[in-house]
Nanobody, 115 residues
Framework: QVQFVESGGGLVQPGGSLRVSCAAS????????VTWYRQTPGNQRELVAA???????NYADYAKGRFTISRDNAKNTVYLQMNNLKPDDTAVYYC?????????WGQGTQVTVST
């Protein structure tokens, strides 16, 4: 069974850092394009960052310079390193893996930026 599971969320103070992970099981993550989205209550999911199977990377404008997406093939995991976090970054973070007609969402991980 193919699954993608997020982890690493939590509570962090403004200006702090957090790394969230998207781990694949039942498949090899490097053959997928993986996109991180985030969602706050009452709003649509918005794109944060994406990495293609070939390693091409894109970021939302608000993420440039603060967030870094990366992939560790040995650990079968895609990461999102988030630095200089702001209260507006508070959201549930989801990874979405796609390959051809396949698409898999994870269950999400809550990131809360607050004092």
């Amino acid at each position: 069974q193919v699954q993608f599971v997020e982890s690493g969320g939590g509570l962090v103070q403004p200006g702090g850092s957090l790394r969230v992970s998207c781990a694949a099981s039942g498949t090899i993550i490097s053959i997928y394009a993986v996109t991180w989205y985030r969602q706050t209550p009452g709003n649509q999911r918005e794109l944060v960052a994406a990495i293609s199977s070939g390693g091409r990377i894109n970021y939302a404008d608000y993420a440039k310079g603060r967030f870094t997406i990366s992939r560790d093939n040995a650990k079968n995991t895609v990461y999102l390193q988030m630095n200089n976090l702001k209260p507006d970054d508070t959201a549930v973070y989801y990874c979405f893996a796609t390959r051809g007609g396949e698409g898999y969402w994870g269950q999400g991980t809550q990131v809360t930026v607050s004092t």
